[in-house]
């Protein structure tokens, strides 16, 4: 069955580094694009970063941009999104979504919490 399971969350201090990890399993993970999503408490679920199949053309928000990387590995099935600079307003559970031609499937999602 598929399942995409995100790992890599936890507590971090404003300004630390995380690096979240989705392992993708269940379907061909090189042709379907990948991205991150996250929702903090009281809000909408919101687009954090997108890439390729083939791992080109990262898209970011413009809250993370030049802070998060997202990239992937088809070789390991799995998608990344490396956080730097991080603050307190990045707290989400963040989720990773597969999509290919309408077709798409979510993570159960991981907490980030950005904390003093």
């Known amino acids: 069955q598929v399942q995409l399971v995100e790992s890599g969350g936890g507590l971090v201090q404003p300004g630390g580094s995380l690096r979240l990890s989705c392992a993708a399993s269940?379907?061909?993970?090189?042709?379907?694009?990948m991205s991150w999503y996250r929702q903090a408490p009281g809000k909408e679920r919101e687009l954090v970063a997108t890439?390729?199949?083939?791992?080109?053309?990262?898209n970011y928000a413009d809250s993370v941009k030049g802070r998060f990387t997202i990239s992937r590995d088809n070789a390991k099935n799995t998608v990344y999104l490396q956080m730097n600079s991080t603050k307190p307003e990045d707290t989400a559970v963040y989720y990773c979504?597969?999509?290919?031609?309408?077709?798409?499937?979510w993570g159960q999602g991981t907490q980030v919490t950005v904390s003093s």
């Open positions: 979504k597969a999509n290919r031609l309408g077709r798409f499937y």
């Open positions: 269940g379907f061909t993970f090189s042709t379907y694009a």
């Open positions: 890439i390729t199949n083939y791992g080109g053309s990262p």
